[in-house]
């Protein structure tokens, strides 16, 4: 890593695992200062992989996937190994984040949200964080119309061993975890299914559209612009085709 920073890569992937999951936090620390302010992805996890792009900096068998408007942000490299293996998903962009010591979920997830072509993310974590930089990251999936689905490690004393015992994370309480994320329009999820589920299901919903019903709906009519569905006098004429647009994710139903 010292290497590749001195001949000034613009940045790198760690695979290897033996750092903090491991108990050795100092050589974690080492990792940090080697790079140097450089990017790097783990260690301790799997890499990335861009689809549209075709490029993957990928440490595990990558078969051909088929492309959609769904991203994957996990530190779990077996949920981004299962997301890759299902024929039901359509991807965008893959990240296996791992150990997180310079690089963690919530920069990837700020990153993903202003990619062309992203459309929901599966969000799988066992840290906490920073809470106002979750904030911000889920505020710029929601301007850009990006629904995130979120899983969370570490909800019970168990979970949380098996959290640190995994990546070297340390999971707080996940109620506070959980009401951040709802607070910022993000779906919770209990299992790696329903999370890559909710993903493909948000990733590929339609926008919902208003219907005028007396008082009823003239009352509720500047709640819904509110929340981006489109007012009775801009909805599509009965039988017509709704457009393929991005529901918003504030209001959305938890899981």
């Known amino acids: 890593v010292a290497a590749a920073a001195a001949l000034g890569c613009g940045s790198a992937v760690v695979f290897a695992a033996g750092f903090a999951e491991a108990r050795r936090g100092a050589l974690q620390e080492r990792l940090v200062a080697a790079a140097g302010g450089m990017p790097v992805c783990g260690p301790n996890g799997n890499g990335f992989v861009s689809l549209p792009d075709r490029v993957a900096l990928w440490g595990d068998a990558l078969r051909a996937v088929r492309v959609g408007p769904v991203a994957v942000i996990s530190q779990s490299g077996n949920i981004a190994v299962n997301a890759l293996a299902s024929r039901r998903l359509g991807l965008h962009t893959v990240v296996s984040c791992g150990n997180q010591a310079v690089l963690d979920a919530a920069d990837f997830l700020g990153v993903v949200a202003e990619r062309d072509g992203v459309r929901s993310v599966a969000l799988y974590v066992e840290d906490d964080g920073d809470g106002a930089r979750w904030c911000a990251a889920l505020e710029r ?8 689905a979120v899983l969370k490690a570490g909800t019970s004393p168990a979970g949380r061993a098996a959290a640190e015992a995994h990546t070297g994370a340390l999971a707080g309480d996940a109620r506070v975890f959980r009401a951040l994320c709802e607070e910022c329009g993000a779906a919770w999820t209990e299992d790696p299914h329903d999370l890559l589920e909710v993903a493909n299901a ?6 919902p559209r208003a219907a005028a019903a007396g008082a009823a709906g003239a009352a509720a009519a500047p709640r819904a612009a509110e929340g981006g569905a489109a007012r009775p006098a801009d909805a599509a004429p009965p039988g017509a085709a709704a457009p393929d647009a991005p529901s918003p994710a504030r209001g959305l139903a938890v899981m």
Do not use: E, S
Not at 141 to 148: D, E, F, I, L, Q
């Open 141 to 148: 999936c929601a301007r850009a119309g990006v629904r995130v």
């Open 202 to 207: 948000l990733g590929t919903a339609r926008r």
